[in-house]
């Protein structure tokens, strides 16, 4: 799966544990901030029904594909694509300009097999869920060989080694359907989300700080919507990017917002997922979920120790690539706080 800031990569075991442990297997799943689906791809694979939502295009669009596909459906034809589409040679357009030109994200040639890519999938019309996987093909490839550290806010002064290698589309790992049943996927506000979707285990895993996943990941984001917006800055960031800001990006309305959210979630086991670097603290999160389901809430708080992402490793650096500030630490933790009301 692609570079990504908040990835549940080394938490997924713990996560899946503790919601098949509250639930069981075979339950109904519910991820309202899905982001590269690591988690729902997990719960799927251990036969739960998912229901994957996310606000931004690119994320919806990685749950369509891990989430809501379905290998028996989808397979055989995205193997087909994958081996035309690869053979494409490559033409020169909106990547190549946005990302290879004005800014450098990707080497020209792999941006001209992108852009080609791309607009070869747009005319095939095809249906959404292999659309979707044909798509997340290609951002796997593409994230395969930027030239980043994982964020999208900045490019490398210098080429990343990968970014030389060629752009080379491979079948995503679609899963088969679920023991529980087929999953879905939405791209909506997680409140809206969470007042149409009944399930067994809401799980949770909001933004935690002012920086917006729509930000670090326009690039994505346009390359699904591909409606070529213009862009601002050396990074070339789509202009939207200023106006679609979650309430969980900001550290006055943090609170309300998870209240907001807490009290348009119906299921009886509610499971969060948040950073010790975030505007909530430990003492505020286990606050508002014991007071779920008027205070009848048994809540657990699980701690993990980790290493911060690459770039939070390496330091500030201006846009120059001159080091401008110091590392302040090196690790986090993440907590998972387990709610479950009391009876149920």
């Not at 990685?62 to 034809?77: F, G, K, M, N, S």
């Not at 395969?144 to 990343?160: E, F, P």
Request: aromatic content about 8%.
């Amino acid at each position: 799966m692609i570079k990504y800031i908040g990835s549940k990569r080394t938490l997924v075991p713990v996560i899946r544990d503790v919601i098949l442990q509250a639930a069981g297997e075979g339950c109904t799943v519910a991820d309202l901030f899905s982001g590269t689906s690591r988690v729902g791809h997990a719960l799927k694979a251990a036969g739960c029904r998912v229901f994957a939502n996310d606000h931004n295009a690119y994320a919806a669009t990685l749950a369509r594909c891990y989430v809501q596909a379905d290998a028996e459906d989808v397979h055989a034809a995205a193997e087909q694509l994958v081996a035309e589409f690869n053979r494409l040679p490559g033409k020169a357009g909106y990547v190549t300009e946005t990302f290879c030109i004005q800014s450098r994200f990707f080497q020209p040639k792999n941006g001209e097999r992108i852009d080609a890519i791309r607009e070869a999938i747009a005319a095939k019309s095809l249906s959404p869920e292999l659309e979707s996987v044909m798509l997340v093909s290609l951002m796997e490839a593409a994230d395969r060989v930027d030239s980043t550290t994982g964020l999208q806010m900045a490019y490398l002064k210098t080429w990343a080694p990968r970014a030389a290698n060629d752009l080379q589309l491979r079948v995503p790992n679609v899963l088969p359907r679920a023991t529980a049943g087929k999953g879905a996927a939405s791209c909506s506000e997680a409140v809206e989300a969470a007042k149409k979707t009944q399930a067994d285990v809401t799980y949770l895993d909001p933004p935690y700080n002012q920086h917006s996943y729509l930000g670090n990941y326009h690039v994505w984001e346009s390359l699904v919507r591909w409606d070529k917006p213009e862009v601002y800055g050396v990074a070339c960031k789509r202009v939207d990017v200023r106006q679609r800001r979650s309430m969980f990006n900001s550290r006055p309305r943090c609170a309300a917002a998870m209240q907001e959210l807490l009290a348009a979630i119906t299921s009886p086991v509610v499971v969060v997922s948040f950073n010790n670097e975030g505007y909530l603290s430990r003492v505020q999160m286990e606050e508002m979920l014991a007071a779920l389901w008027d205070g009848c809430s048994d809540v657990t708080t699980i701690e993990n120790d980790f290493k911060r992402y690459v770039g939070a490793q390496i330091g500030i650096h201006s846009l120059t690539g001159e080091k401008v500030g110091q590392v302040s630490h090196l690790r986090n933790k993440e907590f998972v706080y387990v709610a479950t009301r009391q009876g149920s």
